[in-house]
């Protein structure tokens, strides 16, 4: 797909690795809109990238059609790649599971990001073309120690890719799920401040990359599955 021109629908924008991919794909020439849950981190990081933005929070899952429909006003009712990025997460054991904890992740991680995709489907399936990407993790491969929700929310994201790989690739929609490991970003962080980089640790600029790579592919072909890792993070 040629960036230039293309109609580019980010969520979770306004930080670490939206912020870095919606910078990337401005300067491709694409017209790109964020969503974010702050106003005031959204009009901070639009002079860095040059993006559009709304205040859109995705695991407020009542008001995602809406939402969704002020979107597509700004982009004329065009969506050409929709980025699932947004996403959250922390670490319980198994001892102290709740159901509280699940809902809150699995409302962005999961429910958000589902219900957001099926609004902007029906558009892609009437112009037979589009490009789908799930931001998962490389915790949606294996599970680890204290990963009981976040991991398990990332493996559905998994599931939920592969589906929507079955069903939409007789409309030409590709559909691809981005797994990077550590990356050094304000995830997890709940004043959300970003890390300093670390030298052997994957920035967002690697993310970034690869999410320009999986879009300018071919349209006659698409990347399934792709797996992002530090060369030597020990």
């Not at 050409?80 to 699940?102: C, H, M, P, S, Y």
């Not at 204290?146 to 592969?162: E, H, M, P």
Request: glycine share 8%.
């Amino acid at each position: 797909m040629d960036i230039k021109g293309k109609n580019i629908l980010l969520t979770g924008g306004s930080l670490g690795i939206g912020k870095e991919t919606a910078k990337a794909l401005v300067e491709k020439g694409a017209n790109v809109l964020i969503t974010g849950r702050s106003e005031d981190r959204l009009k901070k990081v639009i002079e860095y990238t040059g993006a559009k933005y709304i205040v859109f929070d995705i695991s407020d899952l009542d008001n995602i059609s809406n939402k969704t429909k002020e979107c597509l006003q700004i982009l004329e009712n065009r969506v050409d790649v929709l980025i699932n990025n947004a996403g959250t997460g922390f670490r319980r054991n198994i001892e102290d599971l709740n159901a509280d904890d699940f809902m809150t992740i699995y409302k962005t991680n999961v429910f958000g990001l589902s219900l957001l995709t099926k609004e902007i489907t029906p558009l892609m399936k009437n112009n037979k073309s589009g490009t789908i990407i799930n931001i998962g993790s490389t915790a949606s491969l294996k599970g680890y120690n204290g990963g009981s929700i976040y991991s398990s929310s990332k493996f559905a994201v998994r599931s939920l890719t592969q589906c929507w790989q079955a069903e939409l690739r007789p409309y030409n929609i590709r559909v691809c799920q981005l797994n990077p490991s550590e990356v050094t970003t304000a995830f997890a962080n709940k004043e959300r401040i970003e890390r300093d980089e670390i030298p052997n640790k994957l920035t967002t600029k690697e993310i970034a990359h690869s999410i320009v790579s999986v879009i300018e592919m071919d349209d006659r072909g698409f990347i399934n599955e792709l797996n992002v890792w530090a060369t030597n993070p020990f």
